[in-house]
């Protein structure tokens, strides 16, 4: 029997009420891989991450954490280490208190407390009260104290929230090295959409509560892979191309000539095509579509999910008319 | 074994946050302030016009306290909510019933360790002004308002588990202290009137100021323990069946 993945969402569904946030959302995440949790305001990310902690009930289904809930672990919070959104702090404690209140839960001692204080970066500020911290300040203190029981497994909600440039990369470091170094599964949700395509090996993306795709980021960005090239011949390459079955599409001007874009062809293929008949290019590169432009497709509702995620083999389903199969099937796809 | 293991290491913090929060150590102080002060103006109003006895300011010292014992209470739980570190807690520790559990032993000893300063400076106040304080009433005022302190931080956080909003939960607490009972006894037949007197603000008072109560010393003490622990077991259940939302 295989090892059970180190966060799984099985089938989850919260409502409030008459209002559904979270709609069967079936998700895993293996032990070392970092998993963005996408989707617009309201989409239900941050009510999934608080159902895995135990903040919030679900209605239906279950949240795990190594096969487990995660109140049955005898310490949590060597487990499962969380940021929570805007990384709350009680004004008047300092970094110190705040971290040293949770030690005991966290197994851990003094020593720990000075040394996740120095990893964020924390050390000189630390005996200041925390009314006086910055919201990237407050975040880094948040991650120290996700960090305090040295957690397989660290929930992110929103941790790149009021951090400076260098404070993102510093982020995004310190997360690759804990999943890909140390083993730790992160399951992160983020609007920073460039830094998630960055740091996320899979990607989740939620809209009003459902899972609409899930993946691998390469798979995910890659799935609409396209060609543009341009130039004094890029007209007669075209319908080269064109009778060989790749229809290109103009795309404007481009450097000394017309400018086309070919999808599903790679860019060798297109060079290896010019060279055939001769023809003389000045601009020649592949395009990906990046996860922004992914996730807008996808939570727009003006997109073709199953074309994007590769899911549906191409069959055009809108994202919305998703199915609780296809949900298993991605979940599947992402615990393998 | 695993539950109490859990609960020392909730209690360990919760310590630490009693003794590095300013707005919980400056209640319990302003308690023991206002009281001792209190004892001192009667003392000086009795020492110059001889209206007041050191019987009659004591226990009225001891007694002014008690309303921050009970916001002490509720700011222990309630100031989770309120700066949303709450939700950290529960993170790291997902069972309700040993996060309330961990915050009643703080709240039980700040609340007692208060009484019995309010009681010892009151009486402090007291000998320095008007002099000859009667030992027994003293010692009934100290333990009396030791316990009650203790108790009616308890009832507070139980307030506060099932209110949860701060403002909110003094509200109903300091509410209930200062008028509550005075409107539950109006105009109550004479056959509960004994219930009425077994309620727990008029024990805490009863029990700080060292008056007779309708029972044994011990007895009420456990009606107060009782009536505490029931708001606490109540706000509990309230609290595990609610989500912790932002």
Not at chain 1, 192 to 219: F, N, Y
Request: aromatic letters at 4%.
């Amino acid at each position: 029997m295989s090892d059970p993945p180190a966060i799984e969402f099985r089938s989850v569904t919260k409502r409030f009420g008459k209002r559904t946030a979270v709609d069967g959302l079936s998700l895993s995440v293996a032990p070392g891989e970092i998993c963005g949790l996408l989707g617009p305001n309201g989409a239900g990310k941050t009510t999934a991450l608080r159902m895995l902690l135990g903040l919030v009930r679900p209605s239906a289904g279950a949240t795990l954490v190594f096969g487990r809930p995660l109140r049955a672990f005898e310490q949590p919070a060597r487990v499962v280490g969380a940021v929570m959104e805007n990384a709350p702090l009680h004004p008047g404690r300092s970094a110190r208190d705040h971290l040293s209140a949770l030690a005991p839960l966290a197994g851990a001692d003094r020593a720990r407390v000075d040394e996740v204080l120095e990893f964020v970066g924390m050390a000189d500020a630390a005996r200041r009260r925390a009314r006086t911290y910055s919201l990237g300040m407050r975040q880094r203190v948040a991650l120290a104290a996700a960090l305090l029981g040295r957690p397989r497994v660290l929930v992110l909600d929103e941790p790149a929230n009021g951090l400076d440039p260098a404070g993102i990369r510093w982020l995004r470091d310190t997360v690759a090295r804990l999943a890909h170094e140390e083993g730790c599964a992160v399951l992160l949700s983020s609007h920073v959409l460039a830094e998630v395509e960055r740091a996320a090996d899979s990607v989740a993306v939620v809209d009003r509560g459902r899972l609409v795709a899930a993946g691998p980021t390469r798979e995910l960005v890659g799935a609409r892979q396209r060609v543009r090239f341009a130039g004094p011949d890029a007209a007669r390459l075209a319908e080269a191309l064109a009778a060989n079955g790749a229809p290109p599409h103009p795309d404007g001007a481009g450097s000394d000539g017309p400018a086309f874009v070919v999808e599903g062809v790679a860019a060798v293929e297109v060079g290896r095509a010019a060279a055939a008949i001769g023809a003389v290019l000045a601009e020649l590169r592949e395009e990906r579509d990046s996860l922004e432009e992914v996730f807008l497709r996808l939570t727009g509702g003006d997109g073709d999910v199953a074309a994007a995620t590769g899911a549906d083999g191409g069959s055009g389903a809108p994202a919305r008319a998703d199915s609780d199969d296809r949900t298993t099937r991605e979940q599947r796809r992402l615990s393998a | 074994m695993t539950t109490v293991l859990r609960l020392r290491r909730a209690a360990a913090g919760e310590f630490v946050k009693l003794a590095r929060t300013r707005s919980l150590t400056w209640t319990l102080a302003a308690g023991v302030l206002l009281a001792a002060l209190s004892a001192l103006v009667g003392g000086m109003v009795g020492q110059s016009d001889g209206s007041l006895t050191s019987r009659d300011v004591l226990p009225l010292g001891a007694a002014v306290a008690l309303p921050f014992a009970t916001a002490f209470g509720v700011m222990v739980f309630a100031g989770e909510v309120r700066h949303g570190t709450l939700t950290v807690l529960l993170a790291a520790e997902p069972r309700r019933a040993v996060v309330v559990a961990a915050k009643t032993v703080p709240a039980l000893l700040g609340g007692a360790l208060m009484g019995a300063a309010a009681a010892a400076l009151s009486g402090g106040a007291v000998q320095v002004t008007l002099g000859d304080v009667p030992g027994a009433l003293f010692a009934r005022v100290l333990w009396g308002s030791a316990a009650a302190g203790a108790f009616l931080a308890l009832f507070g956080l139980g307030l506060a588990a099932l209110v949860r909003n701060q403002g909110a939960a003094l509200f109903v607490a300091l509410g209930y202290q200062f008028a509550g009972e005075e409107l539950l006894r109006f105009g109550v037949r004479r056959e509960v009137a004994d219930l009425a007197e077994r309620l727990p603000i008029t024990l805490a008072n009863g029990l700080a100021m060292g008056d007779p109560l309708p029972d044994a010393r011990g007895i009420a003490v456990a009606i107060l323990a009782a009536w505490s622990l029931g708001t606490v077991v109540v706000g509990t259940l309230a609290f595990a069946r609610r989500d912790a939302l932002p």
